[in-house]
């Protein structure tokens, strides 16, 4: 029988009848945590395994990004917008609930508040406003974090957000240095 923390290199583990080990192979290093009866619990360590668990993520997200890049010019506007939009759907799954567009749905975002006069939130129903930090009567956003999120949700022109039929209510909690 082996002790506890004993080293066993091999490629794999041969256990007998008695529990006692054979390594006939190479150089995969491990640990023997528990012996039982009829043999060893033991950790592997296999570290060319998670070395190429590695390799192949990494390749698989260049592949990835290699796809991507043809139809989607990165530094400035996408060539097509109709294109990178229907590609950021389909990535996102929402392709899938196309026929969802929020309608009838509130929602508060609680940031910096919201340009409500950019272009592409013209078309935002914001139905409440409040300024928590200085008081003002109409939206505005003196940061533009808050009108970003604002449009990933509900956006129309350019780019349409995930939920352009929401109604916003929109709570400007965070100035303008965070």
């Not at 506890?4 to 080990?21: A, P």
């Not at 009829?38 to 070395?51: A, Q």
């Not at 389909?90 to 508040?113: A, F, K, Q, R, S």
């Not at 109604?167 to 965070?178: E, H, N, Q, R």
Request: net charge negative.
């Amino acid at each position: 029988m082996a002790s506890d923390d004993e080293v066993v290199r091999s490629d794999y583990l041969e256990i007998d009848d008695e529990g006692n080990h054979s390594a006939p192979s190479r150089d995969i290093e491990g640990t023997i945590e528990d012996e039982f009866s009829n043999g060893s619990s033991i950790d592997v360590l296999i570290k060319g395994v998670s070395g190429l668990i590695v390799f192949l993520s990494v390749s698989i997200i260049l592949l990835w990004a290699t796809y991507q890049s043809a139809d989607i010019t990165f530094g400035g506007p996408p060539q097509s917008l109709q294109l990178w939009e229907d590609q950021y759907r389909e990535m996102t799954g929402l392709d899938e609930v196309n026929y969802l567009d929020g309608n009838g749905v509130g929602l508060c975002i609680v940031d910096t508040g919201i340009d409500a006069s950019h272009p592409d939130l013209k078309s935002a129903n914001i139905v409440a406003w409040v300024d928590l930090i200085s008081g003002v009567e109409s939206p505005y956003d003196d940061e533009g974090h808050g009108t970003a999120m604002a449009g990933i949700i509900s956006s129309k022109g350019g780019l349409n957000g995930v939920s352009p039929g929401v109604d916003l209510l929109v709570a400007k909690a965070i100035s303008d240095d965070g």
